[in-house]
């Protein structure tokens, strides 16, 4: 059993490049997250997508995009990396049920990304 | 503005200990409240409690939640090391997104 599959564990970056963090579900989860977790902090929601072809920004979007063409795939992209964007990043997915937050989410092992 | 608050931050007991882990929220419309447990990498699903379970259990570990007061807790009873992770509760939002608290650090001595 795959659940989440994140791409890759480790990256170093330098300031102001860019990089694509992978994230594929084969449970066939309608609903996908973005978040980011600081050092002792919780997580926080960057994006989201409801299914293919619709995402939604989170709390903390500013610097990231993403796109959804899949059920499977949702990747998220870091177009000109800041020292602020030192984080893990933690993708998962969940069933859609009819209420949307009645369903609990299934999280990849985490990217850990630093920029410097 | 949706919010979690967990108490205490860390705690550090012994084996066969039993532990409390706190949690109160404030919330517009609530629908969910989650616990997470986090070891080295993904939070991993412990229980979730709504307006129709508010009372969870699962071998040593159990929850309960309190509408009226606006608050959480998680037990654990005769505490393993295995126990050792992060906690984390988490409100569900009316987005199908997660907001989360900052969790506790539980450290189990043998």
């Known amino acids: 059993n795959a659940g989440v599959t994140q791409t890759p564990k480790f990256r170093i970056l330098k300031i102001g490049q860019s990089m694509t963090l992978q994230c594929t579900q084969d449970?066939?989860?309608?609903?996908m997250y973005w978040y980011r977790q600081d050092p002792g902090m919780g997580l926080k929601l960057i994006y989201y997508?409801?299914?293919?072809?619709?995402?939604d920004k989170g709390e903390v979007p500013n610097g990231y995009n993403v796109s959804r063409s899949t059920t499977e795939d949702f990747p998220l992209r870091l177009e000109l990396a800041a020292p602020s964007q030192t984080s893990v990043y933690f993708c998962?997915?969940?069933?859609?049920?009819?209420?949307?937050?009645?369903?609990?989410?299934?999280f990849g092992d985490g990217t850990r990304l630093s920029i410097l | 503005e949706d919010k979690v608050v967990q108490s205490p931050l860390s705690l550090v007991v012994h084996e066969g200990d039993t532990v409390t882990l706190n949690c109160s929220y404030e919330v517009t419309n609530f629908r969910s409240l989650l616990w997470y447990k986090q070891e080295k990498k993904a939070p991993t699903f412990l229980f979730m409690l709504t307006s129709s379970g508010i009372e969870k259990k699962s071998g040593r570990l159990s929850s309960i939640l309190d509408k009226k007061e606006l608050f959480s807790i998680l037990n654990i009873t005769a505490t393993q090391t295995g126990d050792s992770a992060v906690y984390l509760c988490v409100l569900g939002g009316s987005q199908g997104n997660l907001i989360f608290g900052k969790g506790t650090k539980l450290s189990v001595k043998p």
């Open positions: 998962a997915s969940s069933a859609w049920t009819g209420d949307l937050s009645n369903q609990p989410q299934h």
């Open positions: 997508s409801v299914g293919a072809g619709i995402t």
């Open positions: 449970m066939n989860h309608n609903y």
